[in-house]
């Protein structure tokens, strides 16, 4: 019989991709806006990433989105991100 720890270390990292996400695609978002996006601002639903942040800077999100995709793309192979709102 296997011990309970040993179910749970199958478990052990489950939130730890989707943070190492998050973190990745406001580093990329930031250093292309040159402000500031914290990963907890940052959703990923359905191929589409939602970031709550200020009218102002989701207009220059908008702006550049073609360049913030790409370079999404680019670090990241999946999941395949297809749209920023």
Do not use: H
């Amino acid at each position: 019989m296997e011990n309970i720890s040993g179910l749970l270390a199958r478990f052990a990292d489950f939130g730890k991709k989707e943070e190492k996400l998050k973190k990745t695609i406001s580093d990329i978002i930031s250093g292309v806006i040159k402000y500031e996006i914290k990963p907890e601002s940052i959703r990923y639903i359905n191929g589409s990433i939602i970031v709550n942040v200020s009218p102002v800077v989701k207009s220059e999100i908008s702006l550049n989105k073609d360049e913030i995709l790409f370079s999404i793309q680019q670090a990241i192979q999946k999941p395949k991100i297809i749209d920023i709102k």
